[in-house]
């Protein structure tokens, strides 16, 4: 299994770091089997798991619940936790309580927290107390409220300068990672050459240290329009649906199930059933 440490060598060495997201079991399991280098266990889950409209509802305990799964189906990879919403904006003590529950109740290896400013003391309380951090700058889901929506961060020389600002402020705080969401690229490439933790970009070009996309939009699984950063490698849904729609024929029809799929009694047993 990497580690942190190894994650900062593959920047070093030029080697892409692949991510994605999982939220329980299979999606843990068939990424492990894949090859990832790294899951993240994203509150995104909120949306494209449970339904919800932004990452806001999303509770400590639906991290666990589902970090826990997803720790289940992958037992060798690296495994991050998002800090959902609120839950690292509380007092520092109450962070560390939060996150010393996602991490000693799921066994995953880090947590991630969005933006900087007030955030930045709390990632270097938790890095102190032997969390490693993964932050999170650009688009901030959890803040879309503030941010008035879903929209590209950073397009403006000022925006640009605090961004990168920011970032040196992260590493400086002790995260080990940095997650760049939905900034152009010329921004995103420059922030990785300005610091030395890799910079693992979604919807911020190739000019960073590594990709993350969301594992449901990556095999178009019921997550319907996607951004246009996302790019899908197949359409899992279609798939399925076309099976269901195949299975409910063949039950309405008869044609399933068949004898394969069929147990069958002794001769002498049935005499003594029926007589
Ligand atoms: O919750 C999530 O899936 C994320 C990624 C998009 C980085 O935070
Ligand atoms: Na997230």
Known sequence: MKQTTDFLKMKEAGEKIAMVTAYDYPSAKTAEQAGIDMILVGDSLGMVVL???TTVPVTINDMVHHSKAVRRGAT???IVVDMPFMSYHVSTGDTLVN???IIQETGAHAVKLEGADEVLGKIKALTTAGVPVMAHLGLTPQSVGVLGGYKV???????AMKLIEDARLCEEAGAFALVLECVPK???AEVSSKITIP???IGAGSGVDGQVLVYHDLVGYGSGRVPKFVKQYGQASANITEMLGQYISEVKTGQFPETIHTFTMKEEELQALYG
């Open 153 to 159: 961060q950073g397009k403006d020389a000022e925006a």
């Open 51 to 53: 339904g919800y409209e």
């Open 99 to 101: 996150a010393a529950r």
């Open 199 to 201: 910079v693992i970009g």
């Open 186 to 188: 010329q921004l995103a």
């Open 76 to 78: 060798d990879t690296f």
